[in-house]
């Protein structure tokens, strides 16, 4: 059984940094996409980042530069470093995986596998 489980959020000050992590079982992220998502209160699930097979990151365009996604093998999990974060990043962050494929998306649709998300809040 595939399961991800998202954890590292937490209540954080405007210029502040968070480490999210996305931990796997019964599934191998390197031979996996592997993306971020949040979703605001009332809001849309929002495309983050993501990291491929071949190591191919994708960031949305609000956070470029703020934020780094990367995969540690050993230890089968993906983090998300968040820094200068800032009270319009405030959400739930979900990761999610596509396994055994060659390419990155950025459509939740698009993924099979979730985590339960984690919470992330920024105050101004």
């Known amino acids: 059984q595939v399961r991800l489980a998202e954890s590292g959020g937490g209540l954080v000050q405007s210029g502040g940094s968070l480490r999210l992590s996305c931990a796997a079982s019964?599934?191998?992220?390197?031979?996996?996409?592997v993306a971020w998502f949040r979703q605001a209160p009332g809001g849309e699930r929002e495309f983050v980042a993501t990291i491929t097979r071949a190591e191919v990151k994708m960031y949305a365009d609000s956070v470029k530069g703020r934020f780094t996604i990367s995969r540690d093998n050993a230890k089968n999990t993906v983090s998300l470093q968040m820094d200068n974060l800032k009270p319009e990043d405030t959400a739930v962050f979900l990761c999610a995986a596509r396994p055994t494929t060659t390419s990155f998306y950025t459509m939740a649709a698009q993924y099979p596998y979730w985590g339960q998300g984690t919470q992330v809040t920024v105050s101004s």
């Open positions: 019964g599934l191998t992220f390197r031979w996996s996409s």
